[in-house]
């Protein structure tokens, strides 16, 4: 049952980009074969949070500097144990950011797989990331342990911060939303 949700969601996703078919149906074989896919445990991949933060402009993405990956992404992380992905990106939305946050939608803005490395005794594996559209309510951050810094960054100037694919598919969905 408490897989269900997600499995919906990811339809519904489906339905508006079936040209991601690939990394659907990867969604679907690890929701279908793995109950433990929201446990941080689960090895063959699991399911992650995260939120594609703009200020009341929706002209301007709160991203972080990842300390362990070194890299400015979006806010996000584990679920550990939640099935509730909104609520996930709601959750790291605001711990990662001391924001107050609000969600745009609670359908499913993105999904991304992406590896992440051997670290600590844990092996490589994948996060199945399911990421939403979340807005500010204040401007005013508070940079977390998890980040060594946050920055508003014009949604027009990513590149300047990041040359990740994903955030970059995000924004042209955020632009094509926005016509």
């Known amino acids: 049952m408490h897989r269900r949700n997600l499995s919906e969601a990811i339809?519904?996703?489906?339905?508006?980009?079936?040209?991601?078919?690939?990394?659907?149906?990867?969604?679907?074989?690890?929701?279908?074969?793995?109950?433990n896919c929201f446990e941080r445990t689960c090895w063959a991949g699991h399911i992650?949070?995260?939120a594609w933060?703009?200020?009341?402009?929706?002209?301007?993405?709160?991203?972080?500097?990842?300390?362990k990956l070194q890299m400015?992404?979006?806010?996000?992380?584990?679920?550990?144990?939640?099935?509730h992905t909104p609520g996930v990106a709601y959750r790291e939305a605001v711990e990662e950011s001391g924001l107050q946050v609000a969600h745009i939608s609670e359908e499913i803005f993105d999904i991304d797989i992406h590896e992440i490395p051997a670290s600590k005794g844990d092996p490589a594996h994948y996060h199945f990331d399911v990421r939403y559209q979340l807005r500010a309510v204040n401007m005013d951050f508070v940079v977390s342990e998890e980040?060594?810094?946050?920055?508003?960054?014009?949604?027009?100037?990513?590149?300047?911060?990041t040359e990740e694919t994903s955030i970059l598919?995000?924004?042209?969905?955020w632009l094509n939303s926005c016509t």
């Open 11 to 35: 339809e519904r996703y489906h339905l508006r980009y079936p040209e991601e078919i690939e990394a659907v149906q990867r969604f679907r074989n690890l929701i279908a074969e793995h109950s």
């Open 48 to 50: 992650t949070g995260s």
């Open 53 to 67: 933060l703009v200020d009341a402009s929706g002209e301007q993405l709160l991203l972080t500097h990842h300390r």
């Open 72 to 83: 400015w992404l979006q806010l996000g992380g584990h679920s550990d144990g939640d099935p």
């Open 147 to 161: 980040s060594l810094d946050l920055a508003w960054v014009p949604i027009s100037n990513l590149e300047k911060y």
């Open 169 to 173: 598919r995000m924004r042209r969905k």
